[in-house]
């Protein structure tokens, strides 16, 4: 009786060899469903871009409404801060600080 050194079963290599010939060989007789899967991948991603894009102009909408409250605030502190250095400046009996302030303020 001769033993053959080669075994009947294939090895590993073999067997994924043979896993790729078989999905291509399935990828080329089903060929439109995998048309069909990649374009509605390609669909899946875009909306999934979309959406990204509508919530980061939301957020950018929000960033400009804090933006605008803020502006609000700043200017209403200037409008203030200056209104309260007239009044003190109008205290002055040389009168000298008072016009200043008017030159500066009037230059903005």
Known sequence: ???????????PAAESSKKALGFVAHALKRKDSFIQLFAMTGILLLSMRSLGQKYKIHNLEEDVHALRDEHASLS???RIIKSDLLQEASRDSSGLFASRLHRL???E
């Open 1 to 11: 009786m001769v033993s053959s050194s080669a075994s009947p079963t294939p090895g």
């Open 105 to 107: 303020f009037s230059a």
């Open 76 to 78: 209403d502190r200037i």
